[in-house]
């Protein structure tokens, strides 16, 4: 061993790091198995939503809505008691039992090849309690190439996951948009390369500061339908900037961790002879996860970016305490459509604004529109979205919660019996 790794050595690895490039028969591979089901078999990093799981969860994106964190407080909810954030949906799974792809099945593995989340839909049906354990069936609803800024060809994916618990009963489907990039030819292209890292003096943190004391949470106060009108803005509220912190604590909180898998130790010696490509040398010469790229900047210049940057789920969710920091406790975000425009770099700050921009009634339910926007310090627009919100009216009461559409729910319980009845790994 010797005690430095030259530059040289380290833009070696980085270079055959970028090399691999999109490939017609991982495309086609997709094409094939568009429309499918299969169960996820994967298990995340939590499954079961505990009472401090979901605490956990709600704090690692910055959310202190007590009806996430103190079960006193969510008995005295129109829910009878602590609940989760609706899109915590996202991160938990425990291996769903039954139906395995075959081996033309699979899909194309895009190895080398970069991938990232840009953006997603959310339509959620009934919450997630403590105690529920959740599982997901799904597959692919769309690929497409196009052509990008940022890295020339890309394949668009939209995968599709349903969200049940254990007594087959949908909380959600989640749509997430994915876009798969040739590494060298982003970095090439060099779009972002001249973003300038900011550079924040006491005043500008003392104003993000007053602007975090200056945040307002609905929380237990009812928001009514009848006191709120098109053309409303909703309560700003700020994120950033961001840090590897952020990263870190995002992790802590359960997600990341699958499919690729971080590990340490043991268990990430074998992850290493599982997938090696996923493992780039760092510049102690030492193998590590690609996944870096939102903490380790070296490793994000390499692939087109001047810094690390977020997750894009990081920033859902993000968009999600924004939306349920307005509605207020007795609020139910129906659903949530958005797209990440642009990267969301470390050192960045995030500013969300809304406004109200419909209002009618359905079903006896009362249902806002609304849309939202995310605007760093540059000015720039890194994201927007649209949500609809259901509030409770003074007369026709309490939110009613979304009805499954019967063909999903029925596929949800053919989904659990297959579970029931295919033997147990071990």
């Known amino acids: ?245 952020d990263m870190v604590v995002f992790h802590a909180g359960g997600y990341g961790f699958a499919p690729y898998g971080l590990v340490t130790g043991r268990l990430a010696h074998e992850n290493r002879q599982r997938i090696a490509p996923f493992y780039i040398r760092n510049e102690y010469g030492v193998p590590d996860v690609a996944q870096r790229v939102h903490w380790d900047s070296a490793w994000a210049q390499a692939i087109g970016n001047p810094r690390a940057y977020d997750y894009g789920v990081l920033r859902e969710c993000w968009a999600h305490h924004f939306l349920t920091d307005w509605a207020g406790d007795d609020g139910w975000v129906v659903s949530q459509h958005d797209q990440l425009r642009k990267f969301n770099y470390q050192g960045d700050v995030q500013y969300f604004g809304g406004e109200v921009t419909g209002k009618h009634l359905e079903d006896d339910r009362w249902l806002i529109d609304v849309a939202f926007r995310a605007t760093n310090q540059r000015g720039e627009e890194t994201m927007r979205g649209t949500a609809t919100l259901a509030l409770p009216g003074k007369e026709n009461g309490p939110v009613l919660l979304p009805a499954v559409p019967a063909d999903l729910q029925r596929r949800a319980i053919e989904m659990m019996t297959k579970h029931g009845a295919a033997p147990a790994a071990g």
């Open 1 to 245: 061993m010797t005690e430095t790794t030259s530059s040289r050595s380290q833009q070696e690895e980085f270079d055959e790091a970028t090399s691999a490039e999109l490939l017609e028969t991982d495309i086609e591979k997709d094409r094939a198995i568009v429309g499918r089901d299969w169960p996820n078999r994967t298990q995340e990093y939590l499954g079961t939503a505990t009472p401090e799981a979901i605490r956990n969860f709600a704090r690692s994106y910055g959310d202190d809505n007590p009806l996430y964190s103190d079960t006193g407080h969510g008995g005295r909810t129109r829910w009878g008691g602590q609940i989760a954030p609706p899109i915590m949906a996202g991160i938990l799974n425990t291996p769903l039992r039954g139906e395995r792809p075959g081996k033309g099945e699979r899909g194309g593995s895009y190895r080398g090849i970069h991938a990232f989340v840009s953006g997603g839909t959310w339509d959620w049906y009934r919450p997630i309690h403590p105690g529920d354990t959740v599982y997901s069936f799904g597959g692919l609803d769309s690929v497409e190439v196009k052509r990008s800024e940022f890295a020339g060809r890309s394949v668009v994916k939209v995968r599709r996951d349903v969200k049940m618990n254990q007594n087959a009963e949908v909380i959600g489907v989640y749509r997430t948009l994915v876009i798969y990039t040739e590494r060298k030819k982003a970095r090439e292209r060099g779009k972002y390369a001249g973003v300038a890292a900011p550079s924040y003096t006491d005043a500008d943190i003392e104003h993000i500061e007053r602007l975090y004391a200056a945040e307002q949470r609905r929380g237990a106060e009812t928001r009514y339908a009848e006191d709120v009108e098109v053309g409303d803005e909703l309560t700003p509220i700020v994120k950033g900037p961001l840090t590897t912190t």
